[in-house]
């Protein structure tokens, strides 16, 4: 059977599937825009959605073992694209590839990534100098192997120009609608989000998914020399004279140091030290939001949320319903 032509309203996105990468940073998205296509009109629709595979072969091996057939090679369409978005990132990527990235960009209307698509971008050149985000995981990763690249690891996607880029896995659900309601506004957007049972906007950030200090005590031998002291020591004043005692350092050689192993100083690593330990409280005990801002050395509810907002832009209150086990109490600020 003959695939109907688009009319010339319809635009043309290219998903790029990549070997071992998720499922989802593909199929999330291509939902997102079948759904809108099918709301709007599937007689004359808005998006023609069509997967591709980032290497020679159609065929791509998921990292859930799924195989997905694609309807080409990237490297073979010879037509125009509206969006070109990709879904991973790939040792077994072909040069080629990123050859032909940097050959679409300036035909494209936008080119995005999900996920640790961002590093495919940037090894095709095209996140020098932008704005950029990946997974939470990796965004220290991205930063260090091309420090051109301004890394943002707090929002679900970012957009700098005509180049869009998502957090981890569903953080592309998230971008996929947010160019939805670019092209066919809010409503149609909303409407989309409420079939697939969605926000249409996340409260807060990807980082309310993994934990702010991710490692630090190993990659900085300065903060592990201090980490678990902070820990036993978390709900009391702390200085950064008792912290450079500890170790038997000056507080500003121990400041400079500490700044340069970790990128932060030494108060900003203890407030997110303060804000991960609530959050254990917070996803495993049934303490109330006052003995919890008490023993992670918080102050008051009203400090605890202003903290959380700052770092996780949502409250603990939030937190709590949507990360706590089944037996923990949920309370309002």
């Known amino acids: 059977m003959a695939t109907r032509k688009p009319s010339r309203k319809t635009k043309t996105i290219v998903l790029v599937a990549v070997p071992d990468a998720r499922l989802l940073?593909?199929?999330?998205?291509?939902?997102?825009?079948?759904?809108?296509?099918?709301?709007?009109?599937?007689?004359?629709?808005?998006?023609?959605?069509?997967?591709?595979?980032?290497?020679?072969?159609?065929?791509?091996?998921?990292?859930?073992?799924?195989?997905?057939?694609?309807?080409?090679?990237?490297?073979?369409i010879d037509f125009p694209i509206d969006t070109l978005i990709v879904g991973g990132t790939s040792p077994k990527i072909p040069p080629a590839f990123y050859e032909w990235l940097r050959a679409q960009y300036g035909d494209v209307q936008r080119m995005g990534s999900v996920c640790a698509g961002a590093f495919s971008l940037a090894r095709a050149g095209l996140l020098d100098g932008r704005n950029a985000t990946t997974?939470?995981?990796?965004?220290?990763?991205?930063?260090?192997?091309?420090?051109?690249?301004?890394?943002?690891?707090?929002?679900?996607?970012?957009?700098?120009?005509?180049?869009?880029?998502?957090?981890?896995v569903t953080s592309g659900i998230d971008l996929a609608l947010g160019m939805v309601e670019e092209d066919l506004g809010h409503e149609l957007a909303l409407q989309v989000a409420r079939r697939l049972v969605l926000h249409l906007r996340r409260p807060g950030g990807q980082l309310q998914y993994g934990h702010l200090l991710p490692g630090f005590e190993q990659e900085s031998p300065l903060a592990g020399r201090v980490h678990q002291w902070l820990r036993k020591h978390?709900?009391?004043?702390?200085?950064?004279?008792?912290?450079?005692?500890?170790?038997?350092?000056?507080p500003r050689?121990?400041?400079?140091?500490?700044?340069?192993?970790?990128?932060?100083?030494?108060?900003?690593?203890?407030?997110?030290?303060?804000?991960?330990?609530?959050?254990?409280?917070?996803?495993?005990?049934d303490l109330s939001m006052e003995q919890i801002a008490e023993k992670c050395g918080l102050g008051g509810l009203v400090s605890?949320?202003?903290?959380?907002?700052?770092?996780?832009?949502?409250?603990?209150?939030?937190?709590?319903?949507?990360?706590?086990?089944?037996?923990?109490?949920?309370?309002q600020l």
């Open 25 to 76: 940073n593909v199929a999330g998205p291509s939902d997102v825009f079948t759904m809108a296509s099918k709301i709007k009109d599937p007689a004359d629709p808005p998006y023609r959605v069509l997967l591709a595979s980032a290497t020679r072969s159609r065929q791509v091996v998921t990292a859930s073992g799924v195989t997905v057939l694609c309807e080409m090679s990237a490297m073979e």
């Open 135 to 168: 997974h939470w995981e990796v965004c220290g990763k991205l930063a260090a192997e091309f420090p051109t690249v301004q890394v943002d690891s707090s929002p679900f996607y970012v957009k700098d120009g005509k180049i869009y880029t998502s957090g981890g």
């Open 234 to 250: 978390i709900a009391e004043e702390v200085k950064v004279e008792m912290m450079a005692a500890k170790v038997s350092m000056s």
């Open 253 to 285: 050689n121990f400041a400079r140091v500490f700044l340069r192993e970790t990128k932060m100083t030494p108060a900003k690593y203890l407030e997110k030290l303060r804000v991960d330990m609530a959050r254990q409280y917070l996803e495993d005990s």
């Open 304 to 331: 605890m949320r202003r903290t959380f907002m700052r770092h996780l832009k949502i409250s603990p209150s939030y937190y709590r319903s949507t990360f706590r086990k089944s037996f923990a109490a949920a309370e």
